[in-house]
Nanobody, 123 residues
Framework: QVQLVESGGGLVQAGGSLRLSCAASGSIFRINDMGWYRQAPGKQRDLVATIANGGTTNSADSVKGRFIISRDNAKNTVYLQMNSLKPEDTAVYYC?????????????????WGQGTQVTVSS
C-alpha cells in the first residue's frame, strides 16, 4: 500500500506564492507519474499539473507560466510551486501518484491519492 501526505497549503493574498509538497511512502517499487489536481467547492476535480518519472511535465492552461511542478525521485516527493496566485486558484489540492508496488503476490499497480490540502487566495 502506498500513502501520500501533502503539506504546504494555506491562506495567501492574490499575487502571492505557495509551495506544496507531497511525499509518497510504503511498499514502492517504482513511481511513474506524480501530479496535482484541485477541486473547488461545487466543481469537479481538475488536473493542475503532472510530471513523469523522466521529468516530462504537463499542466493546465490556466496555470501555465505561474505554477511549476517538480519531483525528487530519491525522496519520492513531488512539489508544486505556485506563483502569482489568483482568487480562482482557491481549492483543495490533491496529490496523485501511480506506479508499481510490492505485494505478497509480487508487483502490483497502484494509483494513490493524498488527503488534500486547502489553498485559499484572498483578493
Amino acid at each position: 500500500q502506498v500513502q501520500l501526505v501533502e503539506s504546504g497549503g494555506g491562506l495567501v493574498q492574490a499575487g502571492g506564492s505557495l509551495r506544496l509538497s507531497c511525499a509518497a511512502s510504503g511498499s514502492i517499487f517504482r513511481i511513474n507519474d506524480m501530479g496535482w489536481y484541485r477541486q473547488a467547492p461545487g466543481k469537479q476535480r481538475d488536473l493542475v499539473a503532472t510530471i513523469a518519472n523522466g521529468g516530462t511535465t504537463n499542466s493546465a492552461d490556466s496555470v501555465k507560466g505561474r505554477f511549476i511542478i517538480s519531483r525528487d525521485n530519491a525522496k519520492n516527493t513531488v512539489y508544486l510551486q505556485m506563483n502569482s496566485l489568483k482568487p480562482e486558484d482557491t481549492a483543495v489540492y490533491y496529490c496523485n501518484a501511480n506506479g508499481l508496488g510490492y505485494a505478497p503476490s509480487g508487483l502490483v499497480i497502484f494509483d494513490s491519492w493524498g488527503q488534500g490540502t486547502q489553498v485559499t487566495v484572498s483578493s
